[in-house]
């Protein structure tokens, strides 16, 4: 039998002008490997509901500063403070211009570039898109999971 490849675990990344924001969504997470180097990092790990083991590469679009920069292993995710080796906004976070299931963009901390980086401005729009997103950790219900769309068509009246 030849290697068997691991999953990849779920991926949020959102970015600053000098800095990225990435978190590896893998819950219960006790010792995780992590490699943090100029242009890519590395991460493998086991966890989740299953406590499966999870392996990703993230081969990065720019340089990152890897002694600047941060991570912190928590119990719902690890998450990553990673500083830009140029202050520019880049295109997207990976080299390999290919959409991947696993990485999505974090709306909690996303900032487009013409945002100011003044807080007080845009922050209610940040809680809307964190409310729509159905992934605030902020106890809102907003859920847009299958099951909960299904029990919401039976309430509906038959068009005619």
Not at 11 to 33: G, H, I, M, S
Not at 39 to 62: A, H, P, Q, W
Not at 139 to 145: L, Q, T
Request: aromatic share 12%.
């Amino acid at each position: 039998m030849g290697e068997e490849r691991l999953l990849p675990p779920p991926v949020f990344w959102a970015e600053r002008k000098n800095l990225l924001y990435v978190k590896v969504q893998l819950e219960d997470c006790r010792n995780p490997t992590i490699k943090v180097e100029k242009d890519k990092i590395y991460f493998k790990g086991k966890g989740g509901t299953e406590n499966k083991d999870y392996e990703v590469t993230l081969e990065l679009f720019k340089e990152i500063k890897p002694e600047d920069s941060k991570y912190a292993v928590r119990g719902r995710a690890t998450e990553f403070v990673l500083i830009k080796g140029a202050e520019e906004f880049w295109k997207r976070l990976l080299k390999e211009d290919k959409k991947f299931h696993w990485l999505k963009v974090d709306f909690n901390k996303w900032k487009d570039e013409d945002d100011s980086d003044d807080e007080g401005e845009g922050t209610d729009f940040e809680e809307m898109m964190r409310k729509m997103s159905g992934q605030g950790n902020d106890g809102s219900d907003f859920n847009y999971d299958d099951e909960a769309a299904d029990s919401d068509d039976e309430e509906l009246p038959d068009l005619e």
